[in-house]
């Protein structure tokens, strides 16, 4: 053959929107049955644990074998990192963290704005507000990125140097 290359490059095709809002929509329904189950088992300490589910759900998932969640499996694909590699645990652990962290402040703020709307406290309603709002946008754009970035990120996988692509196996 003349040295030539005869590598066999594999053609990298990324998850878009829709196939990943399916996935969460599967890995959702998956999650509440889990949670409502648990929360019969353990209700008087499951309170304290919730927050845990969705994180070692992702995190435990993504960096497996099986390189992504329940829904993600059905729907054939799978998170990988910027090589086309499975993830290591810690990595799926830190975009698990990232996933969670806009919900965490979003829920902070609500309560913020709530405690300063019993207050009376119009200063404290309003400042909570503004940071809704930012928190809000900075989540709706760190998603609807994926339509913009060549290779269909979201803002987790830009910090987390990970993509989501369609399965070959």
Known sequence: MSGESTEIKKQIIYAG????????IIDGLILAVADFILDEL???????FKWALPLAYTAGL????????????????KVTD??????SF????ARGCFMQVFSVLL???VIYWWAGALANNSLNTSIAMGL?????????????MVAFTARKQVLHDIVCKTL??????
Request: overall charge positive; charged content about 10%; hydrophobic content about 60%.
């Open 17 to 24: 929107f829709w196939l990943r809002v399916i996935a969460s």
């Open 42 to 48: 353990f209700s008087s300490v499951w309170f304290w």
């Open 62 to 77: 993504n960096g497996s074998v099986y390189q992504g969640t329940v829904g993600k499996i059905i729907l054939g694909i």
């Open 82 to 87: 910027l090589f086309g590699n499975r993830i």
């Open 90 to 93: 810690k990595r799926a652990f």
């Open 107 to 109: 829920l902070l703020c």
């Open 132 to 144: 809704i709002i930012i928190i809000l946008l900075v989540s709706v754009i760190g998603v609807v």
């Open 164 to 169: 989501v692509v369609k399965s070959s196996d």
